[in-house]
């Protein structure tokens, strides 16, 4: 069943997880790194999320009533547990200096693999995205890897815009 799941699954899921891990491996090095580029995966994973609960759930008050208290959750624990001193702002460059974190890798496999186990999981079991706690539950993860991915960059630009 194993073989049967990865083989069916669309070629361009097989690259965006290679672009994800490639992308992971950067951020574990120690890089500059402009401002605009800072918001690439955070977006990007956000859209992930979104594009994940709209077409699995649709918007509704239980979806977005898990996933928004989520984002606010992981974004404090992100805010409150950053390490100030792995970011030098650097300002003249519209920069900064980011200590390598093997963090950002763990967050990006964190929603692919929701994302993907959802995937394999609907399409055995379709019944699934009419059951409230499963999407709640769907939900409530995509809201808290969101939020830790917008924590931490939020408290990225507030050191920058503090330096």
Known sequence: MLQQIILNTPAW????????????ILASLDREVSLKRLLIIPVIMLALSVQGIVSTFGITPAT???????????????????????????????AVFQRGSWMPLA????????????????ALQP??????????????????????FIGTTLRVFSIYRHA
């Open 13 to 24: 899921v097989w690259v965006l997880l290679a672009f994800l891990v490639y992308r992971g």
């Open 64 to 94: 977005a009533l898990s996933w928004l208290p989520f984002i606010a959750i992981g974004a404090a624990l992100a805010w409150s547990l950053f390490r100030r001193d792995s970011v030098t702002a650097l300002p003249a460059k519209e």
């Open 107 to 122: 967050l990006m496999m964190g929603i692919f693999l929701t994302k993907y186990a959802v995937g394999v999981t609907l």
């Open 127 to 148: 019944n699934h995205a009419h059951e409230l706690l499963f999407a709640v539950s769907v939900c409530a993860l995509y809201g808290l890897f969101n939020g830790l």
